[in-house]
Nanobody, 128 residues
Framework: VQLQASGGGLVQPGGSLRLSCAAS????????IGWFRQAPGKEREGVSC????????YYADSVKGRFTVSRDNATNTVYLEMNSLKPEDTAVYYC??????????????????????WGQGTQVTVSS
């Protein structure tokens, strides 16, 4: 499966964006999907992981209560709704599947090496 993240842009602090992770070559119904971000000069960090089978969703503490993940199986797309954006949310955002193609997220889900099929990222810039 190939993934493509989109929907990034420039937004003022407090604003909102919705990112999309579209899949081709496979259906996302069977894959756990991770959202990660990487700011300049920093390591890639986990934002969220959503399981395909049991609906379980994990969020990083830094985005909990502000970001929401949803799936649209009809369009084979996973969304990341981002509200109350802060300048520290500025980064390139990526989506990816579990490297072992598992439909479930691990409890300790933030390990970058646990994910594969990284799509091209989308830039999110939060600035006034």
């Amino acid at each position: 499966v190939q993934l493509q993240a989109s929907g990034g842009g420039l937004v003022q602090p407090g604003g909102s964006l919705r990112l999309s992770c579209a899949a081709s070559g496979g259906t996302l119904d069977y894959y756990a999907i991770g959202w990660f971000r990487q700011a300049p000069g920093k390591e890639r960090e986990g934002v969220s992981c959503s399981s395909a089978m049991d609906g379980g969703i994990y969020y990083a503490d830094s985005v909990k209560g502000r970001f929401t993940v949803s799936r649209d199986n009809a369009t084979n797309t996973v969304y990341l709704e981002m509200n109350s954006l802060k300048p520290e949310d500025t980064a390139v955002y990526y989506c990816a599947t579990r490297a072992n193609r598992s439909p479930r997220c691990k409890t300790k889900w933030t390990l970058v090496a646990d994910f594969a099929n990284w799509g091209q990222g989308t830039q999110v810039t939060v600035s006034s």
